[in-house]
Structure formats: structure tokens, C-alpha cells
């Protein structure tokens, strides 16, 4: 790495970041997803953090929220490209998230194949190739992206067992 100065760019859930230079993105994952993309000559890329697969009906989008949807997240996507005068097979795209945060839940655990499902989808469908995913398991995921490098680090949590008495 070089001397130059790196900016950190945190996500929460329904955040979204797309730009260049030395910045570094992070994001923490539970059963939410996060989709990476990078072009690799342009040395430019973002990442969304959506924790839903669609907006339900009779739901409007809101500038605050639109990125809490994986159909949302990726019109934000297509607008930065267009944008950038670039095209969806020249961006590396990664795809992580969609853990069940505990072990006993089929809820926690359909709510987390939705979002993957709802990313898959979402990618084919607007001509995105996926080239690595980390998806599905158990526990958290905390994930930091390089703009300056294409690089994604990975760091795994736990799931958890639910306390005697505590729903899930």
C-alpha cells in the first residue's frame, strides 16, 4: 500500500457507496447482503448493504430507504455505471451476506436465502457475472472492500443459540 491517504466509508443496513481513489468501504452483515463491484482498469466500484429482497406492496421509496431493497440497491447501481459511461461485464462482482444470526430459526434462515436469491436475480438479470460469493451459514460477516485494489476481506461471527424463553 502507498502513502496516500485512505478514507473509510462505513455502510448500515440500506447504505450504498460507489466512487475511487484509496477509499476503503466496510459494512457488518447478519442475514442482509452486500454486493461489491469493481472495474478494474477504471480502478472504481461500490458497495450496497440491502436487507430485503423488494419493497412490499403499496411501499413508496424514499431517498433514506432505498437502499434497503436488493431490486433498490441495484438501480443504484445501474445509475453509477451509466454514470461512468461503463457496462455491467466489465465490473468483478462479489457477493457476500445472508447468514442466520441464530441456529434455531427457519425464519432467520428463509429470510436469508430470499436476500441471496433476490442478489442472484438481481445480478443475472442486468447482465452482472458473479465471480466469488461468501453467502448463506450461520453468524455475522464483517466485510472491508478496496477501491484502489478490488480486494474484499472477510471476517466470520458466530450465530447464536436463543436464551431459555427468548423468541426467535
Not at 476503503?24 to 478494474?40: F, K, Y
Request: proline letters at 2%; one cysteine or more.
Amino acid at each position: 500500500m502507498s502513502n496516500l491517504a485512505t478514507s473509510d466509508v462505513s455502510l448500515q443496513i440500506g447504505q450504498f457507496y460507489f466512487g475511487g481513489g484509496h477509499t476503503r468501504i466496510r459494512t457488518l452483515l447478519g442475514s442482509c447482503v452486500s454486493i461489491t463491484m469493481w472495474h478494474p482498469r477504471l480502478k472504481i466500484g461500490g458497495m450496497c448493504h440491502y436487507m430485503l429482497p423488494q419493497r412490499g406492496a403499496g411501499g413508496t421509496a424514499s431517498s433514506a430507504a432505498e437502499g434497503n431493497y436488493a431490486d433498490e440497491a441495484m438501480q443504484m447501481f445501474l445509475r453509477e455505471l451509466r454514470n461512468a459511461g461503463t457496462r455491467p461485464k466489465e465490473y468483478i462482482v462479489k457477493m457476500f451476506g445472508g447468514g442466520c444470526m441464530f441456529v434455531d430459526s427457519s425464519e432467520a434462515r428463509d429470510v436469508s436465502a430470499r436476500n441471496i436469491s433476490a442478489g442472484r436475480e438481481q445480478l443475472a438479470d442486468h447482465g452482472f457475472t458473479i465471480s466469488a460469493e461468501h453467502t448463506g451459514g450461520y453468524g455475522s460477516r464483517v466485510l472491508i472492500f478496496e477501491l484502489w485494489s478490488g480486494d474484499v476481506w472477510i471476517r466470520r461471527g458466530l450465530a447464536v443459540a436463543p436464551h431459555a424463553g427468548q423468541s426467535v
